[in-house]
């Protein structure tokens, strides 16, 4: 069994920072790609960041030059520093990895978090 476990959201005033962490653990052999989404109210889920094993990143075009992405891999965590923060960027986070599970025949599969919700107040 797997389970991603975020951390680090809360309510903020406009131009503040929050950093976002989420540890993933269990039955786990590898992970590749961690990353994060985002969902608003009446909106579908969208990417925000992410980082591959080997340190690339990604982000959208809304949240480049104020998000940063990094991840620990000794401890299977990944951040999500969020600076210069936006009512809009306000949402339910989730934590998503691409993994492989341990066993005889490791297996890649995709988990996610259960959300933390991030509020950004004008």
């Known amino acids: 069994q797997v389970q991603l476990v975020e951390s680090g959201g809360g309510l903020v005033q406009a131009g503040g920072s929050l950093r976002l962490s989420c540890a993933a653990s269990?039955?786990?052999?590898?992970?590749?790609?961690m990353g994060w989404y985002r969902q608003a109210p009446g909106k579908q889920r969208e990417l925000v960041a992410v980082i591959t094993n080997g340190g690339s990143t990604n982000f959208a075009d809304s949240v480049k030059g104020r998000f940063t992405i990094s991840r620990d891999n000794a401890k299977s965590t990944v951040y999500l520093q969020m600076n210069a923060l936006k009512p809009e960027d306000t949402a339910v986070y989730y934590c998503?990895?691409?993994?492989?599970?341990?066993?005889?025949?490791?297996?890649?599969?995709?988990?996610w978090g259960q959300g933390t919700q991030v509020t950004v107040s004008s």
């Open positions: 998503n990895a691409d993994l492989y599970r341990s066993g005889i025949l490791p297996k890649l599969g995709t988990y």
């Open positions: 269990g039955s786990i052999f590898s992970i590749n790609a």
